[in-house]
């Protein structure tokens, strides 16, 4: 499971939250899952009534995890953060197991997310770049094993 979202605080008070999660199996073999979360606490974030994230692609091998979600700037949903044009905004993200407390495996980072001429490509891990895509924030994570 992996967890990535916008902060206005730097934690997870307040958060707009994007989780990926991976449902195992033995007939349908595994699929993902992603929704849309908010969090008024620092506890489990709570399911967002108004789903907004759309994942567009996911592949997976025995070290990497990549995915391609997609969400509209401004969503007009009071759960959900609004991606400003050209304003540092912090992503904060998070990896786990299984849904719940992801102890130290948790961070931060600032980031244009809608700069003028790109949108912003992340990698879990910290690692940025750019891409160019309008009017939709993507992100494309990558989750290293």
């Given at each position: 499971m992996v967890g990535l979202g916008i902060s206005n605080?730097?934690?997870?008070?307040?958060a707009d939250i994007m989780i990926l999660k991976k449902q195992e199996s033995i007939?349908?073999?595994s699929t993902w899952q992603?929704?849309?979360y908010f969090s008024t606490e620092e506890a489990p974030p709570?399911?967002?009534?108004?789903q907004d994230y759309?994942?567009?692609?996911?592949?997976?091998?025995?070290?990497l995890t990549t995915a391609v979600v997609r969400?509209?700037?401004?969503?007009?949903?009071?759960?959900?953060?609004?991606?400003?044009n050209d304003t540092d905004q912090t992503i904060i993200w998070a990896y786990a197991e299984t849904f719940g407390y992801h102890g130290q495996t948790r961070g931060q980072v600032p980031l244009r997310l809608n700069?003028?001429?790109y949108n912003t490509t992340l990698n879990v891990t910290g690692d940025v770049q750019q891409l160019h895509q309008q009017p939709w924030l993507t992100w494309h994570i990558t989750h290293v094993v």
């Open positions: 605080s730097g934690g997870m008070m307040g007939t349908a073999g992603i929704g849309d709570v399911l967002d009534e108004q759309n994942l567009l692609s996911i592949t997976q091998n025995s070290l969400r509209a700037l401004d969503t007009c949903d009071m759960a959900d953060i609004q991606v400003f700069p003028a001429t």
